[in-house]
């Protein structure tokens, strides 16, 4: 079973940036689709984005496009969560999931990292 970890979150104003990372290790194959998810104080947990084994095709939420980018080097077992034009309702738990599929279907998830903390307030 693949374990994750993603980095360390952090706070930021509105309009600003943050990457997010998420490092694949013990028994990470490269066959794993990885998705990022966010879970905000009182709601549902929901997909965020999502890029294929390969990373050549990549998914977004609507509340999302245009302002994430999620994007992965292979060589490193890493996968990347670029944020950008923060907003406040983007303040959430962050967590990155891998699947044994070379297309995320969510049907089929291998592991779940612990979670980070983004925070967009001024």
């Known amino acids: 079973q693949v374990q994750l970890v993603e980095s360390v979150g952090g706070s930021v104003q509105p309009g600003g940036s943050l990457s997010l990372s998420c490092a694949a290790s013990?028994?990470?194959?490269?066959?794993?689709?990885i998705a990022w998810f966010r879970q905000a104080a009182g709601r549902e947990r929901e997909i965020v984005a999502a890029?294929?084994?390969?990373?050549?095709?990549?998914w977004y939420t609507d509340s999302v496009k245009g302002r994430f980018t999620i994007s992965r080097d292979n060589a490193k077992n890493l996968v990347y969560l670029q944020m950008n034009s923060l907003k406040p309702e983007d303040t959430a738990v962050y967590y990155c999931a891998a699947e044994f599929s070379r297309v995320w279907t969510g049907s089929n998830v291998d592991s779940w990292g612990q979670g980070t903390q983004v925070t967009v307030s001024s």
């Open positions: 890029i294929t084994w390969r990373g050549g095709n990549t």
């Open positions: 013990r028994g990470s194959r490269r066959t794993h689709a």
